[in-house]
Structure formats: structure tokens, C-alpha cells
């Protein structure tokens, strides 16, 4: 049930931290994978070859919606079709509210929720045209639950997140695309590199964690492969939490 042998799967954001992982798990699992980065993801590519699955790149910068189409018809030239598609890439940008910036609300929305969705729907549009089922993993957030603090953009976008798993959830379960997504806790990345940088905030999150340690990008792997496979084949619009237990405090 979670065999991807013969699955291509689309990882945004993949040469470093969570999109990594999943890039990983999901060749481990079977899965040809198609990576979009803006940079050349080499140590990505590597592992996952070393896997015996096939790895290719389109460089895209995400938050150009001229990239979508692009993407699309690069990962079905490399590899035939598409199955999966994990919309990982996402910014954060951390100021006081009464400070923040037009730009820093625009960058992340762009990214996080506006790139997602045109994403998913360029994706979709294929998997109905292919007439296969087919898999979206959306990547949301602690702050898809909570407020958060110094991120405004980020908690508006990541909610968004968990909104739009459910709104496309009910639009395309019937065309065989179950939509999901997974929400980490605090996971050791560039992403929370500030967080972890400061002794207090660190210690204050690290007290707060169940399980006691931040979350690593291996701890995707088993969640994401669940979601990517015939596994999880009856759920739909539902939002995981990877979180050490921290939303259960
Ligand atoms: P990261 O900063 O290491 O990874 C972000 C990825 O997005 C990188 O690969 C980066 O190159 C890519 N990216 C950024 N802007 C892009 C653009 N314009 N076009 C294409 N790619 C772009 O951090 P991460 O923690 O691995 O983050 C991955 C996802 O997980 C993000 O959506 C993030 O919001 C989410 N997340 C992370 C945590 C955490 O604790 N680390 C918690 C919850 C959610």
C-alpha cells in the first residue's frame, strides 16, 4: 500500500531542510522525483539517485506564476506524466505587526498560499486530462492552528494553507485527487534558524515539545508517504500535524 514504484512525484523546494526529506522518502519509496528550485539542488539529486530513482531539476523561482505551466510541462517531458505534487517551498519574513511591511506580507503570500494554489491547479488539470488518481501534499503549519508571534504574513498564509487543503479537497476527491497536507512542529531548518539562535525563544519551545527535541526532516518521511500513497486512498482535505506533540499541550 505505500509502494510509489512507477509514481513521479513534484517536490518544490527540495535542495535543503523539509523538502529534502520528503524528496528522499518519497524515492525510497519508489517515486521518480521532480525537483523545483532556484538553485542547483546537487546534494538532493545525489541522494536521491543513490536510491536508484531518477532525479530532475526545473529551476524555478515559485512566487512567478509564469513558472507553473513551465514546471508542469518540464516534469511530464522528463518523466511521461506526474502523480504527486508536495508544495513545500514557503518563506518566513518575522517583524513586529506594528511594523511590517507591504513587501513582506506580498513575498510570503506570493510563495506560501498564492503559488500553492495556482500550483495545485495546474496539477490538477493534468492528473483529469491523464485520467489517473492522483496525490497533493500541501505543507502547512503550527500557525495554520495558532497565532504565532512576529509573523504575520506567515500565520495568514499557513492558515490560508489549511483552508484551501479543505476547499480543493471537496472540489477534486471526485476526479480520484485526494488533497492533504501535513503540518510540521518545530523543525531544526533554515526556516527556524532564528528561533533556534535565540537562547530564550529556543528554550521556552523546547520546554513546550512533548516529545523534547525539535523535529528533523526525517520525520516527515513516513507521513509523507502515506499521504503520497495508496494508503491513505480515503482521505481527503485533512491537515497532519508532525509536531512532537506540541498542538496536543
Ligand atoms: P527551508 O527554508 O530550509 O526550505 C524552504 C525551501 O523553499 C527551500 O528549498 C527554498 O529554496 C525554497 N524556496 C523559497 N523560496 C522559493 C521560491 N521563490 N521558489 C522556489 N523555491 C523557493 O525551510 P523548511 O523548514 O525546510 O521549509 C519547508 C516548508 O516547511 C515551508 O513551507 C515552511 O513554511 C514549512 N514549515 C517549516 C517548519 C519548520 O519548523 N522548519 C514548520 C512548519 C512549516
Known amino acids: 500500500m505505500f509502494d510509489l514504484t512507477g509514481k513521479v512525484a513534484i517536490v518544490t523546494g527540495c535542495n535543503t531542510g523539509l523538502g529534502q526529506g520528503m524528496a528522499l522518502a518519497l524515492a525510497n ?3 521518480d ?4 528550485n532556484r538553485s542547483n539542488p546537487a546534494e538532493t539529486a545525489d541522494l536521491v539517485q543513490k536510491t536508484g530513482r531518477k532525479f530532475h531539476n526545473v529551476n524555478a523561482d515559485m512566487s512567478k506564476m509564469d ?5 508542469l510541462k518540464e516534469a511530464i517531458t522528463a518523466f511521461g506524466k506526474v502523480d504527486i505534487l508536495v508544495n513545500n517551498a514557503g518563506i518566513i519574513r518575522r517583524n513586529d505587526a ?6 513582506d506580507w506580498d513575498e510570503v503570500m506570493n510563495l506560501n498560499i498564492k503559488a500553492l494554489f495556482f500550483m495545485s491547479q495546474g496539477f490538477a488539470k493534468h492528473i483529469i486530462a491523464q485520467g489517473t488518481s492522483g496525490n497533493i501534499i500541501n505543507i502547512a503549519s503550527m500557525l495554520s492552528y495558532q497565532g504565532g508571534i512576529r509573523v504575520p504574513s506567515y500565520t495568514a498564509s499557513k492558515s490560508a494553507v489549511m483552508g484551501i487543503t479543505k476547499s480543493l479537497a471537496n472540489e477534486w476527491a471526485k476526479h480520484g485527487i485526494n488533497v492533504n497536507a501535513i ?13 533556534r539562535a535565540d537562547e530564550n ?3 521556552e519551545i523546547l520546554g513546550r515539545i512533548p516529545a523534547a527535541r525539535w523535529g528533523t526532516p526525517k520525520d516527515m518521511a513516513g507521513p509523507i508517504v502515506f499521504l503520497a500513497s495508496e494508503a491513505s486512498r480515503y482521505v481527503h482535505g485533512y491537515t497532519i500535524a508532525v509536531d512532537g506533540g506540541w498542538l496536543a499541550r
Open 98 to 103: 506594528l511594523d511590517f511591511t507591504e513587501q
Open 201 to 203: 525563544r529556543s528554550e
Open 67 to 71: 513558472s507553473v505551466d513551465r514546471i
Open 183 to 195: 503540518a510540521p512542529g518545530y523543525m531544526a531548518t533554515n526556516n527556524t534558524e532564528a528561533l
Open 29 to 31: 519509496a519508489g517515486a
Open 33 to 36: 522525483i521532480v525537483g523545483v
